[in-house]
């Protein structure tokens, strides 16, 4: 086990262009679950890329146990990486597959049998060892992808998006498995995704990019409940975080926390009046897409979560007092963007 | 007009022109080879395996079945070893890899009769560079130097060299485009697997790229095996036979040599080896197809 940090890692792939990868200091902690989470093109991916040797940092260094790796080969780095593709062998039978970065690494030959049987009985894929990749499904193909990165029991895990080819079903199990595994072996991990569910139910800690700068590190309630800036609001959270602006202020607060006024407890409140425009059922809960009547705030749309044990009666076209208890609401600051201490506001 | 009868004018060119340019000959050929016809002669005359017979016991034809067989062996393998180098050089970004892959595919496009007489004044025993510069080197002495093509191991050597400087250009664009079809996360993969660069060219890379070098081995054979140009054109066969190829052979006899019947039956030698490789290119396809 050993912790991966990176000191003002920057990748600019082309002179003179914004990088990819921007002044990004980050360390792990001993055996924890690192979830690097941001849109497409916010370059996580390349910022796990360089952990793994596979692309030159412009600048900055990474610190793999303490010793720098900068100049180190990805076989060097005593890393294991499971791609989005999963990049098995084609032509090698799974137990092959597994056993390559034992061969590649000169494990003595009478050892490769029975560690290639211990990852394959610990991913469940010990009956699957004479196939070749393409008679295995995906969920199968991302479990032989994760056998042969667990067999020569490396120090650090890199996953990239190890999940986001399995159809919706599976990929849930998938990533309860996923979980249940880290968990037994207990190795650093750091797991890249888009998918804010997948981070938050599996990262101890998310770190949220954007345009290859970090947003926030914190664990998921952390970024979920306290975002350091607008971007980390609006990207957590489905719906993400309503954003009324006023004067040089930004206040946000999140779509459960926006509920009918008799069904919070007593406390400080602000109160709006709120027209419901449309209404999504969802089961579990409903989504209420609507826009603030009077005040301040006139025709500002807000999104409000209700669960299924709410009473009925919040349909579209109805008017309801709505509010949010103060200590749900969040204030950023208009020019920056970035969190800003808590103000009393006269919200009507 | 129905879709059926334009699909048969639409094919119509591709039938016609493999019946008369390729079906023709080679019924012609196979009906010469059991006759007596000679250029001139006007009568046919059936004479059962004569020719075949005559040939099998002539030392030219036996000479050149095995030159035949030591020239395709020995070009494509040089060919498919350099090409595999030239294509992982040539794989990765660098300035002026454009003009550099233009220059090799220059060979190639250059047509192969030029070609070959610009080696043939190359490998000159008088007015070779080759020699000229090995001489100012003071590896040779003046007059001392080897001949290339008029001592019968170094001719052999010269005709292949030749040959492969030809057919390297075609087999290097065909392996490139085995390797550029690899996703590029698998070599990604070996690396952090461990592998080092002969682990995953060899047992990563190219044997993901068997299908594409098959075709390319191949084609090469088919090129190889049945070129006559760079042979008749830098030794005509020489010297004593030591160069001759079945097709130079089946030429000499029976244009050159006017015996047509001979030279039919020498090149039906040619058809089992471009059937069988026909076969083999054919299942490669398929299964390229298939996975």
């Known amino acids: 086990m050993a912790v991966v940090e990176t000191r003002h890692l920057t990748k600019v792939f082309k002179q003179g262009?914004?990088?990819?990868?921007?002044?990004?200091?980050?360390?792990?902690?001993?055996?924890?679950?690192?979830?690097?989470l941001g849109p497409s093109g916010s370059g996580k991916t390349t910022l796990l890329r360089m952990i793994a040797g596979l692309e030159t940092p412009?600048?900055?260094?990474?610190?793999?146990?303490g010793q720098v790796v900068n100049q180190l080969s990805p076989r060097e780095r005593r890393i294991a990486m499971v791609f989005q593709s999963y990049a098995l062998y084609p032509h090698l039978s799974v137990y092959n597959n597994i056993s390559f970065p034992l061969k590649a690494q000169k494990v003595p030959k009478h050892l490769h049998r029975q560690k290639v049987e211990w990852a394959a009985g610990l991913l469940g894929i010990g009956k699957l060892l004479d196939r070749k990749p393409r008679e295995l499904s995906g969920g199968e193909r991302q479990r032989v992808a994760l056998a042969r990165a667990i067999v020569r029991e490396p120090a650090v895990f890199l996953l990239d998006e190890p999940l986001s080819n399995l159809d919706a079903k599976l990929r849930a199990s998938a990533r309860e498995e996923l979980e249940q595994f880290h968990k037994s072996i207990g190795t650093t991990t750091i797991y890249v995704t888009h998918d804010q569910v997948e981070a938050m139910a599996m990262g101890d800690r998310i770190v949220v990019l954007h345009q290859g700068v970090v947003r926030q590190i914190g664990t998921p309630k952390e970024v979920y409940e306290d975002p350091a800036d607008t971007f980390v609001a609006t990207f957590l959270g489905s719906p993400p975080m309503n954003l009324l602006q006023f004067s040089d202020l930004i206040v946000g607060f999140r779509p459960e926390s926006f509920l009918p006024v008799d069904l919070l407890p007593a406390g400080k409140h602000a109160t709006f009046r709120y027209k419901i425009n449309y209404v999504e059922y969802l089961g579990a809960e409903r989504v209420l897409y609507g826009a603030i009547e009077g005040g301040k705030f006139e025709s500002k749309e807000i999104v409000s979560r209700l669960s299924w044990t709410m009473p009925a009666g919040y349909d579209a076209g109805a008017v309801h007092d709505f509010a949010v208890a103060e200590s749900d609401l969040r204030f950023f600051d208009r020019k920056t963007e970035k969190r800003t201490h808590p103000q009393t506001y006269p919200w009507q | 007009m129905t879709d059926r009868k334009l699909g048969a004018l639409m094919f119509a060119p591709a039938v016609l022109f493999i019946l008369l340019l390729i079906g023709a000959p080679f019924v012609l050929a196979v009906l010469y080879a059991f006759s007596d016809v000679r250029i001139g002669s006007t009568g046919f005359h059936f004479v059962g395996l004569e020719n075949f017979r005559s040939i099998l016991?002539?030392?030219?034809?036996?000479?050149?079945?095995?030159?035949?067989?030591?020239?395709?062996?020995?070009?494509?393998?040089?060919?498919?070893?350099?090409?595999?180098?030239?294509?992982?050089?040539?794989?990765?970004p660098f300035l002026g890899r454009g003009f550099v892959r233009f220059l090799i595919l220059l060979p190639w496009v250059a047509p192969v009769s030029l070609g070959t007489i610009g080696w043939k004044w190359i490998l000159d025993s008088i007015y070779s560079v080759i020699t000229w510069v090995l001489v100012a080197l003071h590896f040779y002495k003046p007059y001392g130097a080897p001949m290339w093509l008029g001592e019968p191991h170094l001719a052999m050597a010269s005709v292949i060299l030749v040959h492969c400087w030809r057919l390297i250009p075609f087999s290097t664009v065909i392996m490139l485009a085995g390797r550029s079809a690899i996703p590029k996360e698998i070599p990604e993969a070996a690396s952090i697997d461990g592998a080092g660069f002969w682990r995953t060219l060899f047992q990563i890379n190219i044997p993901m790229m068997t299908p594409i070098i098959s075709i390319a081995v191949l084609f090469g054979i088919i090129f190889t095996f049945t070129d006559m140009t760079v042979v008749f054109i830098l030794t005509a066969g020489g010297p004593f036979d030591s160069t001759q190829t079945l097709p130079s052979l089946a030429f000499a006899t029976g244009v050159q040599g006017s015996d047509l019947a001979a030279g039919a039956a020498i090149s039906l030698f040619l058809v089992p080896v471009l059937v069988a490789v026909a076969y083999m290119m054919l299942r490669v396809a398929h299964r390229a197809e298939v996975v």
């Open chain 1, 17 to 36: 262009e914004l990088g990819a990868v921007n002044d990004v200091n980050l360390a792990t902690h001993e055996g924890e679950f690192l979830v690097f």
């Open chain 1, 58 to 65: 412009t600048s900055g260094e990474i610190l793999i146990g």
């Open chain 2, 57 to 92: 016991q002539s030392p030219s034809f036996r000479q050149a079945l095995q030159n035949s067989i030591v020239f395709t062996i020995g070009a494509e393998t040089i060919v498919i070893v350099c090409s595999n180098i030239l294509s992982i050089a040539l794989e990765k």
